[in-house]
């Protein structure tokens, strides 16, 4: 298991630089007394151990540029959190979108890799190349709107229950981003993005799906 | 042969009744054009395309999806012609879609999916066209001038109401294709191969 596969030097040190500013921000949060930021940072310092973790439980190698990745989603959210969503206008308006954009690619490259997955998992099964990709497309799209739908609840169950909002909806605008953002992830994705998610489909047709290699 | 072709007749019979389903939307289609109702002749056309894929490509007009299947998807096209209801059943319409072209993948491309993963396909299709569907409306009324969105609760509600349906179909099919359709001679022969 060497750094070197994919993505080389870099993406280890890309990495180690994102989970050290995490590490700052859980410390910034704790000492600051901010227990939610604090409680963010470390499941998403968790977050960007996963592949690592994955890769030594199934022995199979991880694309190391997967945790960078997460570790940018992550890092996009805590920072917007720390204030930059409450941002509406100037140059960083649009914060909000860019940060959900690259946790919804992730997502994407998740939904590619479990259609993958799906694929090998039976010879009665079999999804072609671009079947795959246009695929990929249409799951984010349910997937946004089961998010959606989850926030919308959640956020109903709770204002009945205690008076105030858990997961918070923004309004018509922002759903309608939201799903916008969704789409346009996953159209990247599917174009370009795929490569990165093949070692995580093998482990999920292996791990999961329990599907015998040739 | 595949498990999913069961859906896919090449009777006489069955033939007859889906070209009638075809005409009668067809017609339809036209009408409500006619009468500045794109929703519904859009999706009357798309049913119609659909429909007609597996006849063209085999150049035999009697292989024509069952009947039964054409019917459900013209049902509430032909409900919304007749009485006025709300659009939220016009999902009805696209979950039936969704599985026609599922069946039509899997005899007439690559691609090939299970029964199983054939259901799982038309509630994501059917949600994923509910998004689109919001998105649309969204672009219509900040560039055309149209009113289709109002408030947030009311997009949420018809987001929920599109997924239940499609979650609803997917059970539906889930049993037609276990029950029904096994009745047939071909999908008796494949059925048993596949389980």
């Known amino acids: 298991m060497s750094d070197r596969e994919n993505g080389g030097q870099w993406a280890t040190y890309a990495l180690l630089t994102v989970q050290a500013v995490l590490l700052g921000l859980v410390g910034y949060g704790a000492v ?38 997460i570790g940018l ?28 954009v690259i946790s919804a690619s992730l997502v994407a490259g ?95 047709s292996l791990g999961v799906f329990g599907t015998e290699r040739s | 042969m595949s498990p999913l072709s069961g859906l896919l007749e090449y009777e006489r019979t069955n033939a007859a009744l889906g070209w009638l389903v075809v005409g009668g939307l067809l017609v339809i289609a036209v009408e409500r054009a006619a009468s500045g109702d794109p929703l519904w002749s859009g999706l009357a056309v798309a049913v119609v ?23 459900l998807a013209a049902v509430p096209i032909a409900g919304a012609y007749l009485v006025e209801f709300d659009g939220q059943l016009s999902f009805v319409a696209v979950a039936t879609l969704a599985l026609i072209i599922a069946v039509e993948l899997d005899a007439l491309t690559d691609v090939h999916m299970t029964p199983d993963v054939a259901v799982v396909f038309v509630v ?41 349906v499609g979650i609803a179909a997917g059970l539906v099919f889930e049993l037609y294709v276990r029950r029904v359709s096994p009745g047939h001679a071909l999908a008796r022969e494949t059925w048993g191969e596949s389980r």
Do not use: C, K
């Not at chain 1, 890092?75 to 941002?87: A, N, P, Q, S, T």
């Not at chain 2, 395309?49 to 019917?71: C, G, H, K």
């Open chain 2, 49 to 71: 395309a659909v429909a007609v894929v597996p006849p063209l490509s085999a150049r035999n007009p009697t292989e024509m999806v069952a009947w039964e299947v054409l019917a």
């Open chain 1, 32 to 69: 600051t007394g901010t227990f939610g930021l604090a409680a963010m940072g470390l499941v998403g310092l968790g977050a960007t151990l996963v592949p690592r973790a994955l890769a030594r439980r199934y022995d199979h190698e991880v694309d190391s540029r997967l945790a960078v990745w």
């Open chain 1, 110 to 204: 998740l939904g590619y890799a479990i259609i993958e997955a799906v694929d090998e998992s039976s010879t009665h099964i079999n999804f072609p190349e671009d079947f795959r990709e246009v695929f990929t497309v249409v799951v984010i799209l349910a997937v946004g709107v089961t998010w959606e739908i989850i926030e919308f609840s959640v956020g109903g169950a709770t204002m009945a229950l205690t008076g105030e909002e858990a997961l918070v909806q923004y309004g018509l605008r922002d759903t309608i981003y939201d799903l916008t953002a969704n789409t346009l992830a996953a159209t990247a994705l599917a174009t370009w993005g795929t490569g990165y998610f093949d070692d995580v489909a093998a482990i999920l």
């Open chain 1, 73 to 100: 989603a992550v890092l996009g959210h805590v920072v917007g959190f720390l204030g930059l969503y409450e941002i509406h206008s100037g140059p960083l308006r649009f914060y909000d979108q860019v940060a959900h």
């Open chain 2, 124 to 164: 994501i299709v059917t949600m994923a066209v509910a998004a689109l569907w919001s998105l649309g409306r969204f672009a219509a009324d900040a560039l055309l001038g149209t009113a289709y969105l109002s408030t947030n609760d009311a997009l949420m509600w018809d987001l929920i109401g599109a997924t239940a």
